[in-house]
């Protein structure tokens, strides 16, 4: 049985008919950490859109192993969830949401599910938050409680598109903890988009470099070398 939990075959992505990153050849292994960087523009989320289905392939295929005879679980966190506060939700209950792809259409969500919302809430530290209006939560907070839901729905594969972005350099690197606590100790594969080399350089095993509208993929010790970071950006080393 095959290791990798994700293979991108020739894939093609963009919007409309237009290509943004085409010819995108590799594999994510199971229980892999991955950064995908690049600069803005480059299809980072166009990428990342296409990988959970939000839209379709231009070309090639997006291609999930399955997991003991059924397909792998995602949990997806936007760059930015917005909820309308003129709908008072509480954290608990945007947490909540994660569980809705387990509960048949029409159905109640039972106490099992909200139990385990709470206590995927609790392992992001956002239990106490849970009676909170959503609205109300820092940046910091509600990236915590997006991190929770994606838990709730019980996933193989978490993907996150720019978790980090617009915190304090100490909220940054708790999330960035958070997210290697889950890989190194429950397992799940993590696919993230990242802009700061150094938390890259960090806390992920597996780097993909867009750019000039191709993708590069390697281990972040080969990617992310002097020389390599040195050629992508078209720098000359001393």
């Known amino acids: 049985m095959s290791d990798d939990l994700l293979v991108l075959d020739n894939l093609a992505v963009g919007y409309g008919s237009k290509v943004v990153v085409d010819r995108v050849n590799l594999s994510m292994p199971r229980g892999s950490f991955v950064g995908l960087l690049g600069p803005n523009g480059s299809g980072k989320t166009t990428l990342l859109k296409t990988i959970v289905g939000i839209?379709?392939?231009?070309?090639?295929?997006?291609?999930f192993q399955k997991l003991n005879a059924r397909p792998p679980v995602m949990g997806y966190v936007p760059q930015r969830e917005t909820l309308d506060p003129i709908f008072p939700l509480s954290g608990f209950e945007v947490a909540l949401m994660g569980t809705c792809g387990r509960v048949a259409p029409g159905r109640r969500i039972g106490r099992a599910e909200r139990a385990w919302t709470l206590q995927c809430m609790e392992q992001t530290g956002v239990a106490n938050l849970a009676k909170v209006k959503y609205s109300e939560l820092s940046g910091g907070q509600k990236q915590r409680v997006l991190i929770a839901r994606a838990?709730?729905?019980?996933?193989?594969?978490?993907?996150?598109?720019?978790?980090?972005?617009?915190?304090?350099?100490?909220?940054s690197q708790a999330l960035m903890e958070l997210l290697r606590e889950i890989n190194a100790h429950q397992g799940k594969a993590i696919l993230l988009v990242a802009h700061d080399l150094p938390v890259v350089r960090r806390y992920v095993q597996w780097v993909i470099w867009l750019h000039g509208g191709r993708a590069d993929y390697g281990p972040v010790s080969k990617l992310l070398s002097r020389?390599?970071?040195?050629?992508?950006?078209?720098?000359?080393l001393p």
């Open 227 to 236: 020389e390599r970071v040195a050629e992508i950006l078209g720098l000359d």
């Open 151 to 171: 838990l709730a729905a019980k996933p193989d594969l978490l993907v996150l598109d720019e978790p980090t972005a617009g915190l304090d350099p100490n909220a």
């Open 55 to 63: 839209i379709p392939a231009l070309g090639g295929a997006v291609r």
